[in-house]
């Protein structure tokens, strides 16, 4: 096994892990390994089968939680929202875009981070949920940013960790089925792709196994901190890889 063979396996662990613990971020914590041993064109399909297989793994453990009444709403609109972000793609500039998106979310992460009381929001029902969903979808087709937006709202409620990590696996699940079979009608599922998503899948499925381990013994209020940490960090990952690979 060569260099490039032992990043793709130590970003699928570290992301599996990430993943096990907060219900996203695979491609946020394995992109800066894999990126270093393959093309965006390729990682970008392994991020996809990699967050699908640790989000199938994990979601057994929060299934309990999920109420589809509540959920649904997300889902449909973010499906709904991924063509329309797709059509927008000759519309927009991607690189300011992406920027405004990454600025955005470094200044919510960093505001929730060193508020000493937490901001919470108690209106807003399906409709909203539904039209958070939306806004995702749309980011999603448009600059592959779906998780942002349902996860600041999430943020914001008064949920329990069970209640936040259930949008965000159920919502997430839904989105990227649909950009594997988008990438799958593509073509970007090559064989290279599945020699190297081979290599990744032991280290997925055992970072998002001890991922949930950790999960089962933090809390709320440190749940809500490594989401925010996360946040933070998926800004940061937006505006350097807009600045290096835009």
Same mark, same amino acid.
């Given at each position: 096994m060569g260099?490039?063979?032992?990043?793709?396996?130590?970003?699928?662990?570290? !992301?599996?892990?990430?993943? @096990?613990?907060? /219900? =996203? #971020?695979t *491609?946020?914590?394995?992109?800066p390994f894999? $990126? &270093?041993a393959?093309p965006?064109?390729?990682a970008?399909?392994?991020?996809?089968?990699?967050?699908?297989?640790?989000?199938?793994?994990?979601?057994?453990?929060?299934?309990?939680a999920?109420?589809?009444?509540?959920?649904?709403?997300?889902?449909?609109?973010?499906?709904?929202?991924?063509?329309?972000?797709?059509?927008?793609?000759?519309?927009?500039?991607?690189?300011?875009?992406?920027?405004?998106?990454?600025?955005?979310?470094?200044?919510?992460?960093?505001f929730?981070?060193?508020?000493?009381?937490?901001?919470?929001?108690?209106?807003? !029902?399906?409709a909203?949920? @539904?039209?958070? /969903? =939306? #806004?995702? *979808?749309?980011?999603?087709?448009?600059?592959? $940013? &779906?998780?942002?937006?349902p996860t600041?709202?999430?943020?914001l409620?008064?949920?329990?960790?069970?209640?936040?990590?259930?949008?965000?696996?159920?919502f997430?699940?839904?989105i990227?089925t649909?950009?594997?079979?988008?990438?799958?009608?593509?073509?970007?599922m090559?064989?290279?792709?599945?020699?190297?998503?081979?290599?990744?899948l032991?280290?997925?499925?055992l970072?998002?196994?001890?991922?949930?381990?950790?999960?089962e013994?933090?809390?709320?209020?440190?749940?809500?901190?490594?989401?925010?940490?996360l946040?933070?960090?998926s !800004?940061?990952?937006?505006?350097?890889?807009?600045?290096?690979?835009?």
């Amino acid at each position: 096994m060569g260099l490039n063979e032992l990043l793709i396996l130590a970003g699928a662990l570290a !992301g599996g892990f990430v993943s @096990g613990l907060a /219900g =996203f #971020g695979t *491609g946020l914590t394995a992109l800066p390994f894999w $990126l &270093s041993a393959v093309p965006p064109v390729v990682a970008a399909p392994i991020v996809v089968i990699c967050s699908i297989v640790a989000q199938i793994q994990t979601i057994p453990a929060i299934w309990h939680a999920i109420v589809w009444r509540d959920v649904l709403p997300f889902i449909l609109g973010g499906l709904i929202g991924v063509p329309i972000g797709t059509l927008l793609l000759a519309h927009i500039s991607l690189q300011g875009f992406k920027l405004v998106i990454g600025c955005f979310l470094i200044l919510f992460s960093s505001f929730m981070l060193l508020s000493r009381s937490a901001l919470k929001i108690r209106w807003g !029902g399906n409709a909203a949920n @539904g039209m958070v /969903g =939306f #806004g995702g *979808g749309v980011l999603g087709g448009l600059a592959g $940013l &779906s998780g942002p937006i349902p996860t600041v709202w999430a943020s914001l409620k008064d949920w329990s960790k069970d209640q936040k990590r259930s949008v965000f696996q159920a919502f997430n699940l839904s989105i990227l089925t649909l950009a594997a079979a988008t990438q799958a009608y593509g073509g970007f599922m090559t064989l290279e792709v599945g020699r190297l998503v081979l290599i990744a899948l032991p280290g997925t499925l055992l970072g998002a196994w001890l991922g949930r381990k950790a999960y089962e013994k933090i809390g709320t209020d440190r749940f809500n901190q490594v989401i925010l940490i996360l946040l933070l960090l998926s !800004g940061l990952s937006t505006i350097v890889s807009t600045v290096i690979f835009d």
